[in-house]
Structure formats: C-alpha cells, structure tokens
C-alpha cells in the first residue's frame, strides 16, 4: 500500500468525502451489510470505550446505577405515548418472526427504551421511597436510516440511556440538568468539544419531551452536530405507563421522568472537530495510543530501547504503543500514525540513542521534530499530553467564535449560517423556522443557557422574538 | 413487607421454585415482556460488570482487541456454512419489515456473529503479517427460547463472543486452549466454581465447529451447567466466507478459525452453586457489596461512626454499602442483605461504639456474630474477604467430589447421575449417548482435560471405550 492510498481527500475540497474516506483509511469503521450499519473496528471501538469509561464513572458518581433492559418491545408499547410512537414509526425495525413462527403481536426493535423502561418502573415504584429512580443503560438500539453516515447517522449505534423517575417536577428538572452538566463536561474535557449547551425550540424537540435540552458543537465545516440531548418528560410516560407513587401524605402521584443519551456520534464530532488534511487529530484523553514509538534501522539495540522506554512512559500512566513493523519504511509508519491521530510520536534509532535523546514530533503545532532526553521522557510527556489536549479545546474555541456572528438582519444571518452559526432573535414558530430552513438550510440548534438577555424581533419574520435571548442558528448533521 | 414476602422455598424442597423465587426476591432480574427476555436489574447488572471487567482484561492481556459488528445479519449469511444454519434456525429472530417497508432480503437478530465476522475477516486479511486476527465483542444475542429460566436460558442475553484467524491448525488449536484456560481461571478464582475443562463429544459440538471445549460446573442439585465455550472452527468457516491469505512462500492458503463466549448464564451458575436456603451467597470478588454496614438505633453518631469506618474500608480497596434505611428494623436489614448474599455484614450500634468494636457476621460459617476493633477493621476486612472467597471454591470443591463417581457398570451410573455426576467410560456414538439420556437424562458434558489415561468398554453399551480415559456424564442445565 504507497501513501496515496492512504491519502484522503481535502477538507477544503469536498469536506464529506474527507470524512468518509477518513473513517475508513484510518481503520475506525467498515460498513455493514445491512442498509446503514456499521463495523466499528478496534481502533474506533477503543475510542468507545475510553468515551464510555469517562462517562460512566461519572453516571455512577452521581448516583445512577446500571441496568439491562429487553432489546425486544411490543409494538403496543410503543403505541401508548401518542408523540413518542409518531416520531419514531418511520424509522422502527421489526421482528415478525421468531422460533419459525409468526409472531402474535410483532416486536420492535428497540430505537431508544422509555417505553419498556416506563413498564418496568411502573412496577418498582409504590413509595415515596422508592424515589428517585436513577438508572442507565449502555445498549445497543436500531433506526432505520435511509442516508446513513457512519458514527453520525447510523442504522445501529452504541449509546447510554439514562433514565430517572420522580417525585416532582423540580426534581425531575434538577436530573435533566445535571445529565447536561455531565455530557457538557465530558464533551470539554476529555473530546476537548467546545460545546453550547442549551434548550431546544418547541419543533426540534424529542418526541414524547416537554424540554428538550442538548449540547450543540461546531465541525470544522461550520455545521452544527447535537452531541448528547437530556430530556424532560413531564408526566407523559408516566401517565401512558402508570408510574405513580404513594407520597407521605398517603396520596397517589404521578412521577415526573427524565431520559438523556450520548452515543458512538461522539466520535464523529471529534473526527470532525480536530482533523486535517492529514487525517485524524485525537484528543490525549480519548486517543488509544497517545504517544507511538516508532524505533528505525536494523538491529536489536533500538527496539530494546524502544520497550524500555514504553515500560517506563506506561508506568508514568502513558497509553503507549511500540510499532516495530521492521517491514515498513520509517516514513510509512509516520504517515501512518498521522493519519490515525496519534497525538505524539516518538522517533528513535541508533543516533539518538548515542546521544541519549529521542525524537518528538506533536501531530499539530509549528515545533517539527524535537529531540528530548531519553531519561526524562517519562517525566515530560505527560506534560506535553496536557498541554495537547489544551491546544485543541483552545483551538476549535477559537474557531467556534470565528465563526459564530451575531445577526440582527436577514443579510447577516445567511452570510452568517452559509460558513457557521448565526445568533439571532427569533419568534419561536414551527412555521418560521420551517421558512429559515427551506432557504438556508439551517435549523435552531438551541436557545443557550448562558446568552445574554435582550429582545428583538425574529430575523426572519419580523413578529418580536421569544425565549428573551439569541437562539443558535446553523446547518447540521 | 414481612419476612415470610422475602422468604424463598427450601433447595430440598423444590430447587427449581428455589432459584425462580431468589432471583426475583433479590432483586437480580424481572421478567421482560417478550417471551423469554429477562431485565437485569441494577443488582444483577452490577455483578455482570465485576465479571466482565475481570474476563475484559484477561482478553486484552492475550493481545485481543474489542470491536463492534451489527446486530443484524442478511439471512443469507447463515446459509453459508450449512451446519451453522442448521443448528440456528429454530432459535432465530427474523426483521422482515424496516423503516415502513417490506424488506427485500429479512435480516436476523444476531444468534451468534460467526458469519458476519468471518464476512469482515475476508475483507481485512490478505497476508500472513495480518495473523492472527484476534478480536472480542461484548454484545447481546437472541435464540428464540420455548423453556426460559433467567440468566440460564434466555431469548436474549448478554456475552462477549472472541472470534479469531490463524494461519494454521496449531496457532488456532492454540488460542482455543487458551481461552478456555482463561475460562477456567475467570471461573475458579473470580466466581469459586471448580470447573472441570474438557472437550465435547461430536453430538455435543457447537453448530459448525471440528472441536467444542467447554468448562462445566456442578450445581448444587447435583446438575451440570455449561458454563463457558472454546470452539475450533477448522477450515468451515473460512472456506465459507473466504477468509485466506497470502503465506510468505506466496502462496493463497486458508485461515482456521475459532470462537469462544461467556455469558450473563454464568451469573445464573454461581447462584446454583453458592446459594442456600436463605439466599444469595456472592463470592467476595464478584459481590456488588462486599461489605455491608448496619448502623443501629437513634441520634447521628452511629450513622457518622458507618461513614467513617465505610470511608475507611473503601480506602482499603473494599467495597462497602451504608444500609442507612432507618425506617426499616436492624432485623429486616439484616435478613435482607443475607437474602442478597452480602459476604459480610457489620452492626454498629451504641454500645458497640462505646467499647470500640464493631460486631461481624458472615454470610457462611460457624463463627455467629464476632466482635472485631473498630480502629483495625480496615486492616482485617480484606483478609476476611479473602478467606471467604478460598472457603467458597473449596466448599464447591468438595460438594462436587463428593457428589462424583466413577461408573464402570450400569447400575452404579444411573445412581450417580441420579444425584450428580458419573465418571464412566464410554463408546462415543451419538446413538448411544440418546440412549442414555433417554434412560436417565444425562448427557455426556466432557472428555475432562485431565482425566487419567484408562481403557475400558461402554458403561451402557459395552462396546470399546473411546477417548482413552473416562467421560463425565451429568444431567444439565
């Protein structure tokens, strides 16, 4: 395989085929045989679950405990929250058959759990005491996508769930927001995102929802990608599944129910987030490998050095990975740990090891190659890897901002929402942001939580603007 | 709820009924609505994450890396290898309608990934420098379940299935080994069942396999469980999918193939063989509370003493709950936690504070209620832990030799599968082990590992023995 295989196309020339091409050369992904899966292949699976394992420990930290619920759902459960099943029906994978027999009552395949979740809560529940409910699930669920894009929009994907259910209102909002907190948390400390955290309008709500809250992050393309929603239910799942409680005042109530879900998309905003032309940029604390050694020449003096300071860089908590692929050209493993993203590679032959220092080459920034004693290698790195993943949330910060304007008129907002986000007032009407969308292609991504005050009128239609604040305009995924 | 709600039916009594009402009264599982399909709940979930997180390692620590196929596999992928479909079939889940239409070609729940990884194995295998291919992926499967019992027999379950490519017949011999050995290990010093490892006679074998390795373990009705499998594939599979490469002599050559899973079953297996008449009995290393402090009485000084001493143990590397319910009596605690198998409860009331001591019981053993000093639990817990864990794999142990014998005559074989399992020699043919099984419900679980080297002719049907030493013959689960 030469370089030109392994080269993508660039970001500037055509930004999807970039991506496609990336995904697949850089060994993240494979498509699947059915429409619109995914083979998330080791290297994207690791990504996975260092994502996973940030997250859940948090989820556990804040009193959530982890559960399993059935794949398989009655169709009929689907059916008992008006919203819920209108928005899901044209996506629903069903099962007729099983044990080589029609079904009596076809199965769905679950595209997201608060229906089965609802039933089983409905039975757990009778006290004030059994209350909160904090659970969550890491499952697999299937909607049917008719323009798959992996990790992005997939027929199958990987996701937490979480779901709460409680005494009240206040309590029930309390949950959503924390969720929030944790995605935004996770997506800006360790995917290194940037991200808006906010409501969603009324016509971009989750279907079933009362609010609808989501972090919002920009691509390097200026469009917006929704990288984890958390939802307020209301009381509609617990009316449409019976979950109610006995307060202390012996009165029966109705609870108020949460839902929130991060999923393999995550790595799709990180992709397209912090890479370039020459392939993947990985964030220190989501990266596999976050530094390579690559040693060069013949001989077994440079690959015993090489474990050795491996050894030494893994006991320092560095995830490290030797490539002594002897078969391969130097420059064809640096190429190769570019376009994979590696944060730091480390060059090594028999010169350096003379002079008793070991090459440094960041996979961004103006440094070039910078030679760094071997001794204390395992004392600076982990350095480096902090100052890396700072330079990345610093970067695409300052790339959001660039390219983020406020717009108070229609001219500025298109000009505004044809490169990035626009911030505008807005009237709030389905019916309006239906006209934005057909003439720019972009939606209200989300009213965000810390904008400043102000009134207005809409950008686009004139009528005085809702929400007291700047919503969030942009083309999204 | 009283006692008696909590009470579960004696082992002696109905063993069956036993396990149904435990595994609901603690907590572990509910029924799904789906025929056969079972919620893990938070309980049961968390003692699968223990187990997981201890195979997870161990497969890595071999060089295995995760990944993630779909979920859903074209129906011609099974017809490919014609054992496989044949074993399959009646256990599969079939999608025929997706996204509001009549699908083209329906799509299978997964059953097991053999055809969809052998598909990607072809496509990611072209020389010798791509062997072996060692890969894992933890998932959910379905088989259709007309008899479901939960965590045994399941519709849906959870498990990791590795899949691996090889150059030759002696590398993949090789790796099925040793993930059956990591098994054994997971197994014994992490669940305390003392598995017997062996192989599978032919009528036993896995659906497409040339050899089936299993470890089986002994419930304490004397019955079998399977409960984890190592399969060498041979050449089926990858003459199927056309899984090849090209060999350093540079000639194409075909890979051989394994596969191997543990699952949510062996949760159901530790159950069996720990439990008694008053509930779970978890091994220390896989209980999700390995300690559980009941603080007792009034006022806030208990309560602050089981903080501190929980802070304390936690810092020790113990994992320890605060049951802190203060509406509910010592008394119920105490019996519920027995219920839910904690391996040792501490009691803090007054008057222990006053003296220094805090009171410990364990969930087996002769030694009642043992007051231990409060400043030194930390020091002495882990300890205490430990022998606990050494004590249930050595109570397994000798119920399981004590319910094994050896068979060399009909008679004596009947009597010993009659209560748990005989050791006998046998001729190998299918048709004689359905005759046995039809006489006595026993079936062949393995030729063990390290039987002793015997000739000899068949308990049942006289003819010459095969195997060179002596199969165990068990009833199972």
Same mark, same amino acid.
């Given at each position: 395989?030469?370089?030109?295989?392994?080269?993508?196309?660039?970001?500037?020339?055509?930004?999807?085929?970039?991506?496609?091409?990336?995904?697949?050369?850089?060994?993240?992904?494979?498509?699947?045989?059915? #429409? $619109? *899966?995914?083979?998330? %292949?080791?290297?994207?699976? %690791?990504?996975?679950?260092?994502?996973?394992?940030?997250?859940?420990?948090?989820?556990?930290?804040?009193?959530?405990?982890?559960? +399993?619920?059935?794949?398989?759902?009655?169709?009929?459960?689907?059916? %008992?929250? @008006?919203?819920?099943?209108?928005?899901?029906?044209?996506?629903?994978?069903?099962?007729?058959?099983?044990?080589? #027999?029609?079904?009596?009552?076809?199965?769905?395949?679950?595209?997201?759990?608060? *229906?089965?979740?609802?039933?089983?809560?409905?039975?757990?529940?009778?006290?004030?005491?059994?209350?909160?409910?904090?659970?969550?699930?890491?499952?697999?669920?299937?909607?049917?996508?008719?323009?798959?894009?992996?990790?992005?929009?997939?027929?199958?994907?990987?996701?937490?769930?979480?779901?709460?259910?409680?005494? /009240?209102?206040?309590?029930?909002?309390?949950?959503?927001?924390?969720? !929030?907190?944790?995605?935004?948390?996770?997506?800006?400390?360790?995917?290194? !995102?940037?991200?808006?955290?906010?409501?969603?309008?009324?016509?971009?709500?989750?279907?079933?929802?009362?609010?609808?809250?989501?972090?919002?992050?920009?691509?390097?393309?200026?469009?917006?990608?929704?990288?984890?929603?958390?939802? +307020?239910?209301? *009381?509609?799942?617990?009316?449409?599944?019976?979950?109610? +409680?006995?307060?202390? &005042?012996?009165?029966?109530? &109705?609870?108020?129910?949460?839902?929130?879900?991060?999923?393999?998309?995550?790595?799709?905003?990180?992709?397209?987030?912090?890479?370039?032309?020459?392939?993947?940029?990985?964030?220190?604390?989501?990266?596999?490998?976050?530094?390579?050694?690559?040693?060069?020449?013949?001989?077994?003096?440079?690959? @015993?050095?090489?474990? /050795?300071? @491996?050894?030494?860089?893994?006991?320092?908590?560095?995830?490290?990975?030797?490539?002594?692929?002897?078969?391969?050209?130097?420059?064809?493993?640096?190429?190769?740990?570019?376009?994979? $993203?590696?944060?730091?590679?480390?060059?090594? $032959?028999?010169?350096?090891?003379?002079?008793?220092?070991?090459?440094?080459?960041?996979?961004?920034?103006?440094?070039?190659?910078?030679?760094?004693?071997?001794?204390?290698?395992?004392?600076?790195?982990?350095?480096?890897?902090?100052?890396?993943?700072?330079?990345?949330?610093?970067?695409?910060?300052?790339? %959001?901002?660039?390219?983020?304007?406020?717009?108070?008129?229609?001219?500025?907002? =298109?000009?505004?929402?044809?490169?990035?986000?626009?911030?505008?007032?807005?009237?709030?009407?389905?019916?309006?942001?239906?006209?934005?969308?057909?003439? =720019?292609?972009?939606?209200?991504?989300?009213?965000?939580?810390?904008?400043?005050?102000?009134?207005?009128?809409?950008?686009?239609?004139?009528?005085?603007?809702?929400?007291?604040?700047?919503?969030?305009?942009?083309?999204?995924?």
């Amino acid at each position: 395989m030469g370089r030109d295989e392994r080269g993508v196309t660039p970001q500037s020339e055509d930004f999807s085929a970039w991506y496609n091409e990336l995904v697949a050369k850089a060994q993240l992904v494979d498509r699947g045989p059915a #429409k $619109g *899966t995914m083979v998330i %292949r080791p290297y994207g699976y %690791r990504l996975w679950e260092l994502l996973q394992g940030e997250l859940d420990w948090r989820i556990k930290d804040t009193g959530h405990e982890n559960a +399993y619920f059935p794949l398989l759902i009655p169709e009929s459960y689907l059916q %008992r929250e @008006a919203q819920h099943v209108e928005g899901f029906s044209p996506e629903l994978a069903v099962v007729t058959h099983a044990g080589g #027999k029609e079904l009596e009552e076809p199965l769905i395949v679950r595209p997201t759990s608060e *229906t089965i979740i609802g039933e089983m809560m409905a039975k757990w529940i009778s006290s004030h005491r059994d209350l909160p409910l904090l659970l969550n699930q890491w499952a697999n669920v299937v909607r049917w996508e008719m323009r798959p894009r992996m990790f992005l929009r997939t027929t199958e994907f990987l996701w937490q769930e979480g779901h709460t259910a409680h005494a /009240d209102r206040d309590d029930a909002m309390r949950e959503t927001m924390l969720a !929030l907190d944790l995605y935004a948390e996770v997506a800006r400390d360790i995917a290194a !995102l940037p991200v808006v955290p906010g409501e969603k309008t009324a016509g971009e709500r989750f279907a079933g929802a009362e609010r609808t809250f989501t972090i919002e992050a920009m691509m390097r393309d200026g469009k917006a990608l929704q990288a984890g929603t958390s939802h +307020y239910m209301g *009381t509609n799942f617990a009316e449409a599944f019976d979950i109610r +409680y006995t307060a202390e &005042t012996g009165r029966q109530e &109705t609870c108020h129910t949460t839902s929130w879900g991060m999923s393999t998309r995550m790595i799709g905003g990180v992709i397209m987030t912090h890479g370039d032309d020459k392939g993947l940029v990985l964030p220190p604390r989501l990266a596999p490998h976050q530094v390579v050694i690559v040693p060069i020449g013949r001989g077994d003096e440079v690959p @015993a050095a090489a474990r /050795d300071l @491996a050894g030494r860089l893994r006991a320092a908590g560095v995830r490290v990975h030797v490539d002594d692929r002897a078969h391969l050209s130097p420059g064809y493993r640096f190429n190769d740990w570019e376009l994979r $993203g590696v944060p730091v590679r480390l060059e090594l $032959g028999p010169r350096d090891l003379e002079s008793g220092t070991v090459v440094m080459v960041k996979r961004l920034g103006d440094e070039g190659k910078q030679p760094i004693p071997l001794d204390s290698s395992a004392e600076v790195l982990p350095g480096v890897l902090d100052d890396f993943q700072a330079f990345l949330l610093r970067r695409a910060t300052e790339f %959001r901002d660039a390219h983020t304007r406020a717009a108070g008129d229609w001219g500025s907002f =298109t000009d505004a929402v044809a490169s990035g986000w626009a911030l505008a007032p807005h009237c709030g009407e389905p019916a309006c942001e239906g006209d934005i969308k057909a003439e =720019t292609g972009a939606t209200p991504r989300c009213v965000p939580l810390d904008g400043a005050a102000e009134t207005g009128v809409c950008v686009r239609c004139g009528r005085p603007a809702a929400y007291g604040k700047r919503v969030v305009f942009g083309r999204s995924y």
